[in-house]
């Protein structure tokens, strides 16, 4: 099997989607057709159905995985990650998209917001699901970019209010039914650099102009750097505050 390939099943309908995932993921792309068994030479495999994209596994492995963007208004109360952004109409960044799932509801509470995503893969399905998302403000709102969020912050192009990033953690052992989306994200974006690029990220969005940056942390895991003004805890997570520029520290 080969780890670096992804296998494309197309049934044709709608040929542009097929053409664009060969431009995102250039030459680690493997073109198969429907009831072929080249799906199998590679861990995972997209299936594209007219214009709807999805991850699949050989053999049934998993169930295939579709992500959809669909913020939905937290069980009580504000939203913690809302509280967090501290804003409804600023300019947001994302430097870890992901799914959107954060981002489409930070969209969805007013403000604007360009994401990162650099994986290939998950850009495809995020900016799929985006593409089918049922509420034109997030559409409107949420712009979702394959780039580097490091690269794009480096060019001192970007400005943002607030800058937001989701760093990928190991999946901790009492926690080991994390939901289904997460783990998926842990296994396509299995990068050994995690903790050095997080650390440079933190520090760019530190120095970018950004009047706020917020990192969501587990619990269990420490603040990433010193000198945070403040932190909101959600069941699953917190969220942890710093002002650039602020001698308060929390
Ligand atoms: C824990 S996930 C974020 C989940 C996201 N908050 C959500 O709501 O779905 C981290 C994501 O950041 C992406 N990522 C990591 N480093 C990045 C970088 N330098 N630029 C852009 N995306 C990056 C990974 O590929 C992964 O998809």
């Known amino acids: 099997m080969n780890s670096d390939l992804i296998t494309v099943i ?25 009831g072929n068994q080249s799906a199998n030479k590679t861990p995972f495999f997209l299936r594209v159905s007219g214009n709807r994209i999805q991850l699949e596994f050989p053999e049934g492995r998993c169930k295939p995985f579709m992500p959809v963007i669909a913020p939905g208004l937290p069980a009580r109360g504000i939203d913690p990650l809302l509280r967090a952004i501290g804003t409804k109409q600023g300019k ?21 917001i360009v994401a990162f995503e650099n994986s290939p893969l998950v850009y495809v399905l995020t900016q799929n699901a985006i593409e089918h998302c049922r509420l034109p403000l997030i559409k409107q709102r949420l712009v979702l970019r394959h780039e580097d969020s490091i690269q794009a912050l480096q060019s001192g192009t970007m400005d943002a209010d607030v800058i937001y990033m989701d760093p990928m953690f190991p999946a901790h052992k009492r926690n080991a039914a994390s939901p289904k989306a997460i783990s998926l994200l842990r296994e396509l974006v299995n990068r050994p650099d995690h903790t050095q690029s997080f650390e440079k990220m933190f520090e760019l969005a530190m120095s970018s102009g950004a009047r706020r940056v917020v990192i969501k942390r587990p619990h269990h895991f420490p603040a990433i750097q010193k000198g945070k003004v403040g932190e909101i805890k959600s069941k699953q997570v917190r969220y942890d505050i710093y002002f650039p520029g602020s001698s308060i520290a929390y």
């Open 10 to 34: 197309s049934d044709r309908s709608d040929i542009k989607y097929t053409e664009w995932i060969s431009r995102i993921l250039g030459s680690r792309i493997y073109l198969g057709s429907p």
């Open 92 to 112: 947001v960044i994302d430097m870890t998209a992901g799914w959107c799932v954060d981002a489409s509801r930070i969209a969805f509470s007013g403000c604007s």
